[in-house]
């Protein structure tokens, strides 16, 4: 919800430095088959502290059918192939369950394969053990992209990201549940920001928000325990 055009969406792209490292962030899916690109860039565009960093998703891949995370990968590369900097991947740390990944391997296992090949030791893997509750996720999306102080940390580039501009857009949570996301209304929808999500979760995370179910569910937790 504290995604704004106008303020969000800006000429990221123009920002990028080749010898800086950038994420490649993944969310598994087979139709779309998607991957963010994200680098951090200088806050002093905004007016930040110095030291301060804004998380610029400079790139985006998006294969509306049929896909796999091969193709996503070697789509990956073929835009990428000139950066010389770190390449580190972040993403779903279960791996996905669709797909090429049923045949040859985890999804992770395909990404070093195909990625290795050209980044070899500039690539680095930041995958927790288990993925954050969707509800965390969401917070620290919505906290960078607009703080509670009203700075913007988080912006997309408007050329070269527009269905990473949709899905910011269209994404919703299911009405009346502890945060989780609709999945069903649109199936195209909300991959990318899952991709996106893992990233800044991992890297600026926020501190657990209680839902009004979460309440709920701690009154009921202590209402047993008092009539126990």
């Known amino acids: 919800y504290n995604f704004q055009r106008e303020y969000n969406v800006i000429k990221a792209r123009q920002y990028y430095n080749p010898d800086a490292p950038i994420s490649f962030c993944f969310d598994f899916n087979v139709s779309p088959g998607t991957a963010s690109v994200v680098q951090e860039i200088g806050g002093d565009i905004f007016d930040l502290p110095a030291g301060q960093t804004v ?3 400079i790139g985006e891949v998006y294969i509306h059918r049929l896909s796999n995370t ?3 990968c070697k789509k990956l590369v073929e835009d990428w192939n000139q950066h010389k900097g770190l390449v580190l ?3 779903d740390a279960t791996g ?3 797909g090429t990944a049923k045949i040859r391997g985890t999804d992770w ?6 990625l290795d090949r050209k980044f070899g030791s500039r690539l680095y893997f930041r995958v927790p053990r288990s993925n954050p509750r969707e509800r965390q996720r969401i917070n620290a999306v919505n906290s960078r992209l607009q703080s509670y102080s009203g700075d913007i940390r988080l912006v997309v580039d408007g050329e070269h990201c527009p269905w ?8 919703r949570v299911i009405e009346g549940s502890a945060g989780e996301i609709d999945k069903s209304t649109d199936p195209m929808l909300s991959h990318l920001t899952d991709g996106i999500g893992y990233y800044v979760h991992r890297e600026y995370p926020v501190g657990r928000y209680y839902t009004a179910a979460d309440i709920r569910a701690m009154e009921e937790e202590e209402l047993k325990r008092e009539a126990a």
């Open 109 to 114: 296992d395909l990404i070093k394969q195909v």
């Open 70 to 72: 091969v193709r996503v």
């Open 55 to 57: 998380t610029a998703v």
């Open 164 to 171: 990473t501009i949709r899905d910011f857009e269209g994404t």
């Open 96 to 98: 996905g369950s669709r």
């Open 89 to 91: 991947c972040y993403g």
